[in-house]
């Protein structure tokens, strides 16, 4: 079995607490469920490949592509 490094697993923790935090506020600001859906999807896909590109530490990329970008999309 793998070990998990507890910085790894506050990172995505705590990022998929703000990225789910920021798609129910984002959420809450349409009418249209609809509408919602495909511009949160499409604005956090777009940020996963932007911030894929910046080639972050380990760590970041925990915090921000798996958990709070993931969480969001």
């Known amino acids: ?3 998990i490094a507890l910085s790894s697993l506050l990172a995505v923790g ?3 607490a703000s990225g789910a935090l920021a798609r129910w506020l984002l959420d809450s600001m349409f ?3 609809l509408i919602s859906i495909i511009l ?3 604005l956090g896909s777009l940020a996963i490949g932007i911030v894929a590109g910046l080639k972050l ?3 970041w ?3 921000i592509q798996t958990g709070a970008l993931g969480s969001f999309t």
Do not use: D, L, P, V
Request: net charge neutral.
């Open 31 to 33: 009418a249209s469920e």
């Open 61 to 63: 990329a925990h915090f």
């Open 57 to 59: 530490g380990t760590t």
């Open 14 to 16: 705590s990022g998929g």
């Open 1 to 3: 079995m793998q070990r």
């Open 40 to 42: 949160i999807n499409t």
